[in-house]
């Protein structure tokens, strides 16, 4: 099988936690993928970047929009239809994996340090910022390496020790700014420390795929169905029924083989109704 991604970017994102692919979607691609997530996040909220968090909640804040249905097909491809983010997800992840539903985003505040994942689940963060970013307007701000567990424990260490906690100027981190240009789609490893600082509203489209345990860890396969079923929009207000996460995508799975092995993979996860559902209906009658 022909690698999607060279030697170097999949050794880079293995040493440091992410690589930026430059180019990796078309100026057509890029345009279309504009289109839907625009026009998708004007239909659920009645324009862009609503969520200004008027009530001081904090958190990431913004739109977020699951983009799995019918009216948005190129959204729609690109979580296993199309090789470049689900068997690019498997080169750089080094196994299987499985995806999540696709997001549409308007991020409308600044986000501290956090990681995607919690668990030591492998996994991919794909992100792709669908206008220019700079440092002084919103690029992606990783501390290359910290997914590695010996030195996330030592940054937590040096950043438990921080004055800023206690309301002090801060000490500094070794952080990489990321710039983009549309087109460019950033991965970073699930467990990498990242941030993003400046910008109004910033225009995104994000995915994530988790590697896939085998039907051989019990373990492995419950907590990674627990993490994909999590409700990620539960406090998020918009159509459910006209924005669903997987029913469209899944009932579309006939004739794309790609997209049945995801599909059958989150079944077997119990993340879409299907063979867990059966068994366990089989099992308890």
Not at 37 to 44: C, K, P, Q
Not at 140 to 162: I, M
Not at 220 to 228: C, Y
Request: hydrophobic share 40%; aromatic share 8%.
């Amino acid at each position: 099988m022909t690698s999607l991604f060279s030697h170097q970017q999949i050794e880079h994102f293995r040493a440091f936690g992410y690589v930026v692919l430059r180019g990796l979607l078309t100026h057509e691609e890029t345009d279309r993928l504009t289109a839907e997530v625009t026009a998708g996040l004007t239909d659920a909220y009645g324009g862009l970047g609503t969520d200004t968090d008027p009530y001081g909640e904090g958190g990431i804040r913004g739109d977020y929009l699951p983009l799995a249905a019918d009216r948005t097909p190129f959204s729609q491809s690109l979580i296993a239809d199309d090789p470049r983010l689900f068997q690019g997800s498997a080169e750089l992840c080094g196994r299987m994996t499985v995806p999540a539903v696709p997001s549409a985003v308007c991020f409308t505040t600044n986000s501290g340090w956090h990681t995607d994942v919690g668990p030591d689940v492998p996994g991919v963060t794909f992100l792709a910022h669908l206008e220019p970013r700079t440092a002084r307007t919103g690029a992606l701000r990783v501390l290359p390496g910290s997914h590695d567990p010996a030195y996330a424990r030592r940054l937590a260490v040096y950043r438990g020790l921080d004055p800023a906690n206690q309301g002090f100027p801060g000490w500094p981190m070794p952080e990489a700014v990321l710039p983009t240009e549309p087109g460019d789609v950033l991965a970073f490893d699930a467990h990498l420390l990242h941030r993003s600082v400046g910008g109004a509203s910033r225009l995104a489209w994000r995915t994530e795929y988790l590697g896939w345990p085998g039907l051989g860890d019990a373990d492995g396969m419950r907590v990674v169905g627990e993490l994909l079923a999590e409700d990620e929009y539960e406090d998020a207000v918009f159509d459910r029924v006209r924005w669903p996460e997987w029913d469209e995508w899944a009932a579309g799975a006939a004739g794309i083989a790609s997209r049945q092995t995801a599909l059958d993979r989150l079944r077997l996860l119990g993340v879409v109704p299907g063979v867990r559902a059966a068994a366990e209906g089989a099992g308890g009658s």
